[in-house]
Structure formats: C-alpha cells, structure tokens
C-alpha cells in the first residue's frame, strides 16, 4: 500500500483517524498545504487528488491508497515555479500567503473542470460544449477558497491571467 | 543607484515643531515604486514556515477542553478515562498546572500582551462560557484529540451577565483609552440640535465580529532549563516575551520568540491563554509542545470586536452647516479588560459644528475578553456617523458629498490642533469623478435593471497617525557593501518586509538586493507593535535613528584621507553605495571602501526612535472618499456590490502595488461587516452559537468585485517617508458606504448591522 505525494511512494499512516491533511503536514514534513478550519469550510487544504482538487481535512490518508497526491510542493518543475504560482506573484494574489497554496491548488483543479465542460451554477447553458472562464465563472468556482487579507482582485487577476482568454468583464451582480 | 542618482540626506533628528521633513518623502525612485512581495517564491510555493510548522525533536500535541458555563466553579472534573487513552503524555487542569503570575495585560503595561489579567488554570473558577479548563499533552494530534473528548466536568453555576439589557440595566460608566477619557463636550449640542431647523437623530447597532485570520492561532515551543523558544504566530514579539516572561518568572531574554510568518493578524494575534497553557504543559511534561487551536477553539480563547449601540445626531441649518454634532452609546467589555471599542473616534476628526458631545458608555459583561479588530472605533463608529450624514443630506436635498465637503474643518475640531496634512475634499473630487458620482439620482428606488434595484453610496474614510513610543533598530553595514536592518516588527501580509526594503535601500543608497530587512523576531531591537497602523512610521523613524548612528560611526572611520573628512552626519547623503557631501563639489566614498581602510568586514549601529511628539502638535489623520453601487434584488432582497471606489489620502505612498492590496483588503473585509459577518451570542448562555468558518460568513470571491483605489500621494511634512499609515483606513467607512447605497437603491433605511436581506423585506 503506498500513496503516490508528488510522484513519491509514500506509506500510508497506521492510524486510520489520520486526515489526508495532517498525513502531509505532520507525517510526511509537507506544510505547504495548510490547515484554517479543518472542517471544508475554508479550502486552503486544497490538494488535488489524480488531478482533481479536494479538500484534504476531509479525506482520511488511508483512503488515497494508491492515489496520486499532488501538493503545493509539487506543482514546480524542475524548480521553476508553475506560471500560476507567477501570476500570484506579480499580480499581488495574497498578503499574508496562509491560503495561497490552497488557492493555487484550487485554481489548476478548477481550470481544468472548465476545460472538461464541467458547468457550475452560474453557468447559464449547461449543456454547452465549451465553458468560457468569465469573471463571474471564475469567482463563482474559486468561492470554496477563501481568503480574509482581501486579496481577492489580485487572485482573479492571476487566475485570469493564467488559464482565460482576455474578456470583458460582465457586471458583477449576476 | 538611487533612481534619480541624488544623494538622499539623513532624515530629522526629532519629530517635534521646527523639524524637516523626511528628504525621502519627497524622493521617487524605489520609494513609490510597484515591488513586487519579496517573500512571494517563498509564499506561493508554500515554503514560508508558520509557527504549527516548525519541527521539533520529541514534540508532543496539545488539545484543549473548554467550560460550557460562562461563570461559577468546576465541581468535579474527572480526567481519568483520558489519562488512560493511549499516547496521553499529560492532562493538566487547574489542579496541577504549575503556579503563575498574573499576566501584564495589553493597554495596562508598557509591554502588556495578555487579552485579559485573569488567572490562567489556577483555580476552579469559569470566567467565561469556553474557557479552557484542560490540556491534553498526547504523541500525536488525533490522540490528543480523543482524550480530550473523554474528559468529564461538572459545574457548581453561579449567575452571569450574559445579555445585553442586563448588563447595561446593572450600570454603565464612561470608558477610557490608554489612560484618556471616551467623551468631551463642546457647548451645548443638546440644545443646539433641539433649536436646529434640520436634524437626525438615530440609533445605529453593531454587532460581535470575530477577526477569522484563516491561519489558525498556534505555537512550537520548548523550553531548555529557564529559556523558552517559542515560534509564535503574533503581531507583537517583544509583548509576548514580556508576557511570557513575567507570567513564568523568567528574564524577558529567556524567552525567544520568533514570528517570521503570520497567517492573517488584523488585532487577533496578540497573546492569549493557550500561550500560556502550552508553555505551563511543556514544562510539566518536559517536552515540546505544538499547539494549533481548532477553528472553534478560536472562537473559544481569542476575543473579537464587541457589540456597540451607538446614537447620532446632527442639528443643522438650511445651508448643512453643523450646529450640533452628538455621537454618544453603549460597548461590551469585560471586568477583566481594558478596551471599550471606542466608536467616537472619527467624530472627533472629521467635521466642524458648533457644539459637539461625544461618551462612550461601557456595560461589563460575563464572556470573553473582547479585543481590537481592524481600526477599532473606526470601522463601527464611521457607519453611525457617515449613515446619519447621508441621511442628514437627503433630507436637506444635498449632495452628500457637498455636505460634507461645507463642514470641512479649518482645523482638528475637537483639539484644535493645525491638521498635519488634509486633503479630503481632493480625495472626494478625483474619486467622485472617477467613479461618475454624477449619475446618481438623489431619489432612492428610482433605477431599475429588471429584478436589480441600483443605488450609489458615499462615505468618508478615516484612521488616525500613530507611532508608538518604543521603536529602535540595527543596522549592520558590511565591506561587500550589503546592509542588514534588525528591528522586532512584523509582516503578517501587510507587505512591510518589501516596502521597509524599499525604504532601508533608498535611505542608504543601494540597491534593492543589498538590503535585508529581518524582523519577527523578540531578540531584535524594538518593541513594535503591528497595530494601530503604526508599524510603517515606527520602522522609519527607527531606521533614520540607527542610520544617523551609523553614518557617525562611518565618517569617523572615513578619517582624514578621506574625499569625505571633515563633513558630519548633517552634511553627507547616501548615493551609490555610499556617502556623499551634500555641498557642491562635496566628495563621495563609498561604504566598501571606507571599511576596507579601516580593515573592518562591518560596521553595525543601534538607535532608538526619538518620542513620538509629532501627533501632540498636529492632527494627524489619513482619509478616504469611499463610493460604492449596489444592486439589490426587488424579488429576493439579495445584495450585490457591483462596483467599489475608494480615494485615499495617507500621505505618501511607498509601495503602490501592496499599498493597493492593503486598501482593497480593507475594504473587502468592510463589506463583510457591511452586508454578512456577525457573531452570534447566545444571550441565555452566553457561548458564541456560530464558531466556524461556515456559520460565520466572511465575503468570499463572488462577493467581491474589482475595487477601485486611488490615492493622492501628498507626503506629510510630520511623518517619516511622508506616510501616515494605511492598514486599517480601508475598513472604516465602508459599512456606511454600503448601506447610503442600499438606501438609494431601495428606499430602506438599514442602521442595524449587518445588512441582511431580511431587513430589506
């Protein structure tokens, strides 16, 4: 039994109460992903799981057997850093930087939910082949993850920057 | 090289009348500039190291258990069932904690940190509904978890206070801040606002916020004989170790403490009990401790902004001129605390009248010890006073912007001190336009998009200069021409480790990449509070301090074979990497080579800040416009914030890109105190009902549209880099903002915080 954290074999915990989030941070030295409530409430645990985003405090590590993890940690290659984590930096898209891994884990999840047509609930046409990444599309999927220093528009920006095609900005009333 | 290639002469001596101002605040070149975070790879790779992250041989994990009485004594506690659970190292109740003492409480001691001087665990009295009354020690954090979930209490209740009519019906008297009374009077506004033709008068409540930092409060301590290493997550190193240190009996110098990341402060990071708990369990235990309280465990131990209820009126003449300005109510605090939100703060800056009355009222009640939360006052205190202002216009048929620009003030209104630098009604002009202010219709419910109602909003921003006495600094200039600045101040978001590297490399005269600005930790000079926006002034006027040491100190090793001999502090700048005479045809040498003459590899220099006396000769204040859309759902109530401008005057700006973020998330957290954030408080029992990130709402990205934010960059002749200070500015005024554009969208007057749709049905 191994599970896979950024393309290494890790043993599981034996304690089977062991949350996913603390396996990382307390077991395996991996604090990148952090913990603001431990309860699904505030998304900055984000981690993405074969290349979907979860929230790690409310995935037992056992359950991940033979998964494949990927953390804050893991999202650079060959130490440089991913055009997201970039885009974070030259867009002020955090003050404090607590919830930024989750952020960004949470964004690559979610780009790729879009590519795949996954509609969301301010999709007006669900069964549109195509889902362009507006600015209410993006808020509207990134409100899982929240961030209390307020940088919320350089988050938008980076996002926007990274993974949409330059559009107007509709009103944000929906 | 500086940018323009000037030298930049040392900054003032004092901060009193006759002084110069900063030379920096006039200078654009790294100061103004658009840095980007220098701890940013670190941060967005999540290499930055918080205080539940730093590892430690043989760590154990703490659990807390809380009372759920709010006032009488533990009659039986049974630990036993706990004790035996596997991995338990220790369960430490109020019968074998070791002896403390008192606590130096924040506002009652220089260095005071502790939210409240209770006893901490040292007898079996409930002061409040969730204090702590064990500790679990365990090896691992589920096994911490569970043995405190088996421990069994049983309480002797004793009546407590817990709602509001109570403990106001048992008495209120008038608050104080820092020593000063919360109330004046100037002439009779009672009697002007009864003989004044046009008037409101209202009352306008706010309720309980909690501060949700989404880093969870925690600590990795350990001690070594008398010597505590703590990794803390604080807004005030030196404070905690004094604390700590007073609290053990130890020297403040045994206790380290270290805060190089902080997850989100906004005034919840001082020191609270599980400091002090999990200190006391590891020297029982004798081993490390890891202390991460649980999101409800925050809501338990660390205090938030009380609840307020607050009156205002205003008596006015046909023109809008002020006769009668009257902000007076009611705060919560506790009788073990120092800090009634003190709501008049903005009434005794913002505008003339002639006559004014301002008292803040304070009821005791049996909880938490409540504490600052961003801009303390002024957050809840601009939304009854610009509310009443917007409701003062639509009754005499002015523009609110106009209103308040005729009750401009000459000077302070209520100290009558000359204003340092004010420029409001600029701010109003440039962002009025920006926004198209022009295009709102003064008569509410009159524009309609479909189901939306739109409304525009304004409001005026306001946060006071501070500098608080006890800044110092280091620095340690080396031959390779790299300059080191040590101060104990903090960087919890705010962006002060890149601007202060901005600021240290312009006033010494190199590049950004030489600079290293260390702070975060209680072993560096300096008691630097981050709080009451204070720390940008209190490391300027630092650092100009230490640098004037260290440019002595450098021209007396200059010698006489130097381009430089002769010249004192006074007649040299920094340029290039080194001094220069600032007359014409002065000499210039640079740092490497005036330390290889006097064969040194550094030279290093400390100074303490001169005292702050610039806020005792002049009205020192930083100022916004605020303007806001809304769209408010004729069908649903629901509310949208479409559209958000804030237009800022805070004297000179040193970083405009986290300047910006600074003012945005300000504003961003405005809103949520506008339209959704609140802690319930069970008035039967006096526990906080909704203690989680899901029950306490904070805006989240749909809530948030892009916000607008300009700033008129006018440096202030009395503050170091000309700047006043910009954390706190952004929350206050928004609340206002927000409900005199509901107002206009709707026709419905909310004065009761938050503003839910409920209130609009």
Redesign the interface.
């Given at each position: 039994m191994t599970i896979s954290i950024n393309g290494s074999a890790e043993e599981p915990p034996d304690d089977p109460r062991v949350s996913l989030l603390d396996y990382l941070r307390e077991h395996l030295g991996l604090p990148g992903t952090k913990k603001g409530c431990d309860q699904g409430a505030c998304g900055a645990c984000t981690v993405l799981a074969d290349g979907e985003r979860i929230l790690s405090c409310l995935a037992l590590a056992v359950q991940y057997d033979g998964r494949s993890i990927t953390t804050i940690e893991g999202l650079a290659t060959n130490g440089s850093l991913h055009p997201l984590q970039r885009a974070f930096i030259e867009d002020d898209g955090f003050q404090c930087g607590y919830c930024t891994p989750g952020q960004i884990c949470s964004a690559v999840g979610m780009a790729d939910e879009v590519q795949r047509g996954v509609p969301s609930h301010v999709t007006a046409d669900l069964s549109a082949e195509t889902i362009e990444l507006s600015h209410d599309e993006l808020r509207e999927r990134m409100s899982g993850n929240l961030c209390r220093c307020g940088a919320h528009n350089g988050i938008v920006a980076a996002i926007t920057q990274t993974y949409a095609r330059p559009a107007p900005t509709e009103g944000a009333a929906r | 090289m500086t940018a323009d290639g000037s030298a930049v002469a040392l900054g003032p001596e004092n901060w009193g009348p006759g002084s110069t101002p900063d030379p920096l605040s006039g200078k654009h070149g790294l100061v103004g500039a658009q840095v980007?975070?220098l701890?940013?790879?670190?941060?967005?790779?999540?290499?930055?190291?918080?205080a539940?992250?730093v590892?430690m041989e043989g760590m154990v994990y703490a659990a807390l258990v809380y009372s759920t009485i709010a006032k009488g004594r533990i009659a039986t506690l049974d630990t036993s069932a706990a004790q035996d659970a596997p991995g338990v190292v220790l369960v430490m109740t109020h019968e074998n904690a070791p002896r403390l003492n008192p606590a130096p409480t924040f506002l009652a001691a220089a260095k005071g940190g502790a939210g409240d001087n209770l006893p901490v665990m040292q007898d079996d009295r409930i002061y409040w509904n969730g204090q702590p009354i064990a500790v679990v020690l365990a090896e691992?954090?589920?096994q911490a978890g569970?043995a405190a979930s088996l421990l069994r209490a049983t309480y002797a209740p004793e009546d407590a206070v817990t709602s509001w009519h109570e403990a106001t019906a048992r008495g209120t008297e008038q608050g104080s801040f820092a020593g000063s009374p919360l109330g004046l009077q100037i002439g009779d506004a009672e009697a002007a606002l009864a003989a004044a033709p046009y008037k409101i008068d209202a009352t306008y409540h706010s309720p309980r916020h909690n501060?949700?930092?989404?880093?969870?409060h925690a600590a990795t301590l350990a001690w070594d004989g008398d010597e505590l290493i703590l990794h803390d997550t604080t807004q005030g190193v030196q404070h905690t170790a004094f604390t700590l240190a007073e609290v053990f009996g130890v020297r403040e110098d045994q206790v380290h403490v270290s805060s190089p990341?902080?997850?989100?402060?906004?005034g919840g990071k001082g020191m609270w009990q599980h400091h002090i708990l999990a200190a006391a369990a590891a020297r029982l235990a004798g081993r490390p401790v890891r202390i991460?309280l649980?999101?409800e465990g925050v809501y338990r131990v660390i205090g938030g902004r009380s609840a307020t209820e607050q009156r205002l009126a205003i008596g006015a003449q046909a023109d809008g001129r002020f006769d009668a300005l009257i902000h007076t109510g009611t705060a919560i605090k506790t009788a073990h605390n120092f800090l009634p939100e003190p709501f008049i703060f903005p009434t005794m800056c913002l505008y003339g009248a002639g006559s004014i009355t301002l008292d803040v009222q304070v009821a005791e009640m049996d909880m938490l010890a409540n504490t600052f939360m961003r801009a303390p006052g002024e957050a809840v205190g601009t939304f009854a006073l610009e509310s009443a202002i917007d409701e003062l216009a639509g009754q005499l048929g002015l523009d609110p912007v106009e209103l308040r620009i005729r009750n401009e003030p000459e000077s302070d209104p209520t100290s009558g001190k000359p204003f340092s630098e004010r420029h409001l009604v600029e701010a109003y002009r440039t962002g009025a336009e920006w926004f198209g202010w022009d295009q709102r219709n003064p008569r509410p419910r009159a524009r309609r998009e479909g189901e939306?109602l739109v409304g525009l909003g304004t409001a005026t921003a306001t946060y006071p200069y501070h500098r608080m006495p006890g800044g110092a600094a280091r620095i340690t200039l080396s031959q390779n021409g790299h300059a080191r600045v040590e101060i104990a101040a903090h960087e919890?978001?705010?962006?002060t480790a890149t601007a202060q590297s901005q600021v240290a490399a312009e006033r010494l005269g190199l590049p950004l990449d030489q600079v290293t600005f260390a702070y975060g930790e209680s072993s560096f000079p300096g008691a630097v509070l981050a709080g009451g926006s204070q720390q940008t002034a209190s490391i300027g006027s630092s650092v100009i301090a230490a640098q004037r040491e260290l440019v002595g100190e450098l021209l007396k090793l200059a010698g006489d074979d130097s381009p430089l001999a002769g010249l004192g502090p006074d007649d040299v700048g920094a340029v290039d990497g080194g001094l220069a005479g600032l007359a014409d045809g002065g000499g210039w040498e640079s740092y490497t080579e005036i330390l290889g003459r006097a064969g040194l590899d550094e030279v290093s220099a400390e100074a303490s800040a001169p005292p702050p006396v610039e806020a005792e000769n002049w009205s020192m204040h930083s100022y916004g416009a605020l303007f806001c859309e809304v769209?408010v759902s004729a069908v649903t109530g629901e509310i949208?914030?479409?559209?958000f401008l804030g237009s800022f005057d805070c004297g000179r700006i040193i970083n405009g890109?986290?300047a910006?973020?600074?003012f945005?998330?300000?504003?961003?957290?405005g809103l949520g105190l506008a339209l959704m954030e609140e802690t319930l408080f069970d008035e039967r029992t006096g526990r906080v009902m909704n203690p989680?990130?899901?029950d306490y709402h904070?805006?989240?990205?749909?809530?948030?549209?892009?916000?607008d934010v300009m700033w008129t960059d006018i440096p202030d002749p009395h503050a170091p880099m000309g700047a006043r200070g910009i954390g706190e500015i952004?929350i206050t005024g928004v609340g206002a903002a927000v409900a005199n554009a509901v107002y206009n969208a709707t026709g419905t007057r909310v004065r009761d915080l938050p503003i839910t749709l409920d209130k609009l049905l």
């Open positions: - | 980007s975070r701890d940013g790879p670190l941060k967005v790779r999540g290499a930055a190291r918080f539940a992250e590892p691992t954090h589920e569970h501060h949700n930092a989404i880093e969870l990341y902080v997850g989100g402060g906004f991460m649980s999101r939306w919890m978001g705010m962006g769209r949208r914030v479409s559209r890109k986290t910006a973020s600074q945005r998330g300000g504003i961003i957290m989680s990130l899901a904070v805006p989240v990205h749909l809530d948030v549209p892009e916000i952004g």
